[in-house]
């Protein structure tokens, strides 16, 4: 007579394979545990490098919006009427001469300056 005769299992109960199933069992729910750890952790990666990327792409944005291609910041910028190309624009950039440029306008000007 064997231990395992001695022992009362169930009827679903293979007295023979139940401790490797059991091991099985086991080893499965551990892979799953690091396997959901890891996309976890892989998600969490994912979104950080995405919101560094995005905060990185929103400061390169408001920086083109207050700096100009010459590095000097932009003049104040008001509702009116181009001086150079005669169009009305929500925002063009009052100069100190009181003289009103639309953004292309005002770009034109600069890089000719600069030449
Ligand atoms: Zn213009």
């Known amino acids: 007579m064997t231990a395992a005769r001695l022992v ?3 009827a679903f109960v293979d007295p023979v394979t139940f401790a490797q199933n059991v091991y099985a069992l086991v080893g499965c729910w551990i ?3 690091f396997l959901v750890l890891l996309a976890i952790l892989a998600w969490t990666a994912a979104k950080m490098l995405a919101w560094r990327a995005e905060k990185e792409h929103y400061a390169i944005r408001a920086r083109r919006d207050r700096i100009g291609p010459d590095g000097q910041p932009y003049p104040p910028t008001g509702r009116g009427i181009c001086a150079a190309c005669s169009r009305t ?13 639309c953004r292309d306008c005002y770009h034109r000007r600069i890089s000719r300056d600069g030449q």
């Open 89 to 101: 624009f929500e925002k063009v950039f009052v100069l100190p001469s009181g003289q009103k440029l």
């Open 31 to 33: 892979w799953v545990f």
């Open 8 to 10: 009362h299992f169930p």
